[in-house]
């Protein structure tokens, strides 16, 4: 099955202990993105990456990392997690990059920072 | 920049009636392509409908439908014959080009009511 797969789907943490949630793609997609989601801001996008070893800032990357090593992973890491981060977190992918081919969400991530 | 906009925070409607939840963007581009999105408690982010811009014709899917109105930049989505599992969150979304993020509205709670 086609899918993008986010793990944990749960995650309670406390503030500036590292952390990483993973993102696997099996559809060979080049293109792959991570988004929060906050209440009445919808969806803002952290980082994406274009394909392989190319990555690049959205609009909210401060706080977080992420490498894009091989094509089916984009983990999102969380150096020193704070509170403000706290939220709900989406990985998805697609192939090519266009809009004959739209993004594919893998399920989602809770993050709580106390 | 392009902004969107979903002015209705949260909706109800009754099983079986019909719904518009409505969306505006902002944009100074020609050609680009609309996307609402649901989500229901699951939190999965599901693809309803999509709208290429040089598309006069308004996209339908089954019980969804667009009216697309690009000199007002207006993209609402209508929802005929209400379901109870049509109750979610309701992203409009608007993408340009390869590298631009998909850009979201805050979102609209739908809920239908048996």
């Known amino acids: 099955e086609a899918q993008v797969t986010q793990n944990p789907r749960y995650l309670i943490t406390v503030t500036g202990k590292k952390l990483t949630v993973t993102c696997s793609q099996n559809m060979n997609h080049e293109y792959m993105s991570w988004y929060r989601q906050d209440p009445g801001l919808g969806l803002r996008q952290i980082y994406y990456?274009?394909?392989?070893?190319?990555?690049d800032k959205g609009d909210v990357p401060e706080g977080y990392k992420v490498s894009r090593k091989e094509k089916r992973n984009f983990p999102l890491i969380l150096e020193s997690p704070s509170p403000n981060q706290t939220s709900l977190y989406f990985c998805?992918?697609?192939?090519?990059?266009?809009?004959?081919?739209?993004?594919?969400f893998g399920n989602g991530t809770r993050l709580t920072v106390t | 920049a392009q902004t969107v906009t979903q002015s209705q925070p949260e909706m109800s409607v009754q099983e079986a009636e019909t719904v518009t939840l409505s969306c505006t963007y902002d944009t100074s581009e020609n050609n680009y392509y609309l996307f609402w999105y649901k989500q229901p408690p699951s939190r999965q982010m599901i693809l309803v409908i999509r709208?290429?811009?040089?598309?006069?014709q308004n996209a339908t899917e089954n019980r969804f439908s667009v009216n697309f109105q690009k000199a007002a930049k207006s993209f609402s989505l209508k929802i005929s014959d209400s379901q109870l599992g049509d109750t979610a969150m309701y992203f409009c979304?608007?993408?340009?080009?390869?590298?631009?993020?998909?850009?979201f509205g805050k979102g609209t709670r739908l809920s239908v009511i048996a």
């Open positions: 990456s274009m394909n392989v070893e190319v990555t």
């Open positions: 979304a608007f993408f340009f080009s390869g590298n631009t993020p998909l850009v």
């Open positions: 998805a992918s697609s192939s090519p990059r266009g809009p004959n081919s739209p993004l594919h």
């Open positions: 709208q290429e811009a040089y598309k006069q």
